[in-house]
Nanobody
């Protein structure tokens, strides 16, 4: 059983900062790529950014220069550092992960199919 748990959301004023965390727990060999997504009310879930196992990152255009994704492999944790927040960043933020399992002599990748429950970020004055 693998679980992803996000934390760190809350209410912040425009221009403020927040750091979200996502901890992966359970029985697995390792974690490959990870991603952060968000879903605003009435909108589809959108990709915020991704981080590879060797910490290469990519971001959607709307957050470039404001958001940074990092990871601590020893803690099985990925972070989303958000700064210069805008009201349009208001959403539920989700992390997901590509989990590596060992099956005998083989390593099996799940694909980024494991999701957390989400954490609410509200940017408002």
């Amino acid at each position: 059983q693998v679980q992803l748990v996000e934390s760190g959301g809350g209410l912040v004023q425009p221009g403020g900062s927040l750091r979200l965390s996502c901890v992966v727990s359970g029985s697995f060999f390792g974690i490959h790529d990870m991603g952060w997504y968000r879903q605003a009310p009435g909108k589809q879930r959108e990709l915020v950014g991704t981080i590879t196992s060797d910490s290469r990152t990519r971001y959607t255009d709307s957050v470039k220069g404001r958001f940074t994704i990092s990871r601590d492999n020893a803690k099985n944790t990925v972070y989303l550092h958000m700064s210069t927040l805008k009201p349009e960043d208001t959403a539920v933020y989700y992390c997901n992960a590509d989990i590596i399992f060992r099956q005998g002599d083989a390593y099996v990748y799940s694909g980024r199919n494991y999701w957390g429950q989400g954490t609410q970020v509200t940017v408002s004055s």
